[in-house]
């Protein structure tokens, strides 16, 4: 740990637990529709698991969220614009990443060892899919207006993937809020993680909309 | 003999004499910044974020900023005995790791590998190697012993060293 990293971000970014109760909901309702549009692409049962919202300094993001950084993860990241400028990324550890397109594409489970262009292709799609029914749930309920851009993916070391995703937002603010939602499918301990990491401007809105201003 | 291995974590910086490895991992958009005194085998590594601290001026962490970073790196390494005028420099990382992200979008890690080439000349310090760019993440290890710097990816088992 280097010094620097004791700084209380949540209290800079001065959130009360009610407000990151708040914030922890709406990962909530906007992970439900996207499992609703995973399973449905997948055709069989994707629930959410575990939602939780870390409010933390840029320098913090490989600390606290997922373990190693050295994971061979994929990420599918798209930037939101329309009101605000927010990110959204999709993380997979890699065994599942081949799970989820073996299952995309009807094949055996275990098929896939790599990802050909064709399965990078599908997971940037999913990604899309899933995406459009996340922040599609959340401009409903904030009455914002939420686009996705094209979906852009990686496949390396999870602290790599992050990096992008987290420093974009690093370049405005000091701290960065991240709303987490693991998915799962009990049967193969299939897992991946939602991240929005939403600016200023939708967290008023949350917070507007709870009334926990 | 076997080397003591230290962990330099993302925002984070460390110096380190002979014999000692320090290593970063999984470094994607960012820039990890090694500056080594050769021959008093003093070296240092910081996993710095973004280009400049003008920008953001985040004083509770300068070394989150390239600039910064590579000051007080070298403020340290002459705090501990190494010589200026020797000391070098090698960077690793600063890739852009979604391709999608063409023009019109920030490409943070050109800009911290411009920030660093940049203030590296500024204070007269030797670009001795890079291994800078492109779309893949780096795990990045400095052996104080030798000053090599090895950096490995997932993608292929190959091993660079620079």
């Known amino acids: 740990m280097n010094e620097a990293k004791s700084i209380d971000y949540e209290k800079i970014a001065n959130l009360t637990d009610i407000q990151k109760d708040a914030l922890r909901e709406i990962g909530n309702i906007g992970a439900a529709h996207a499992a609703t549009a995973l399973s449905s692409m997948l055709k069989e049962t994707i629930m959410i698991d575990v939602t939780s919202s870390h409010i ?18 994929a990420g599918v990241f798209m ?71 094209i979906p852009g993916l990686a496949v390396d070391m999870l602290g790599a993937v992050l990096q992008y995703p987290v420093l974009e937002i690093g370049m405005r603010t000091d701290y960065i809020v991240i709303i987490q939602t693991e998915f799962i499918r009990d049967a193969d301990r299939f897992k991946g993680y939602f991240l929005f990491m939403p600016d200023d401007e939708v967290k008023d809105q949350i917070m507007k909309k709870f009334k926990v201003v | 003999m076997t080397s003591k ?73 002459v705090n501990k005995g190494a010589i200026r005028e020797r000391i ?26 411009k920030a660093a080439k940049k203030t590296l000349k500024k204070e007269k310090i030797r670009l001795r190697s890079e291994d800078v760019g492109g779309d893949r993440g780096r795990t990045v290890i400095l052996d104080i012993v030798t000053g090599d710097v090895t950096i490995k990816t997932v993608s292929r088992d190959e091993v660079m060293i620079i």
């Open chain 1, 56 to 73: 933390i300094g840029i320098e913090d993001m490989q600390n606290e969220l997922f373990g190693d950084p050295s994971d061979k993860v």
């Open chain 1, 79 to 149: 930037q939101v614009t329309g009101s605000g400028k927010h990110n959204l990324l999709m993380l997979f550890p890699f065994e599942n990443t081949l799970q989820l397109v073996d299952k995309f594409f009807n094949r055996p489970m275990g098929t896939s060892t790599e990802l050909s262009s064709r399965d990078e292709s599908a997971l940037c799609e999913i990604g899309n899919v899933c995406a459009c029914a996340y922040l599609n749930s959340l401009a409903n309920l904030l009455d914002i207006t939420l686009f996705p851009s």
């Open chain 2, 5 to 77: 291995e230290i962990f330099v974590e993302v925002g984070g910086h460390r110096v380190a004499t002979n014999p000692t490895v320090l290593k970063s991992v999984g470094i994607g958009s960012c820039l990890s910044i090694i500056l080594y005194d050769p021959v008093n085998r003093i070296g240092g590594m910081a996993h710095a974020m973004l280009p400049y601290y003008e920008e953001g001026r985040d004083s509770h962490n300068p070394i989150k900023y390239v600039d910064t970073s590579i000051y007080i790196l070298l403020d340290e390494l």
């Open chain 2, 88 to 113: 070098i420099a090698k960077l690793a990382g600063g890739a852009q790791m979604f391709a999608f992200l063409g023009a019109g979008t920030m490409n943070i890690g050109e800009r911290n590998i």
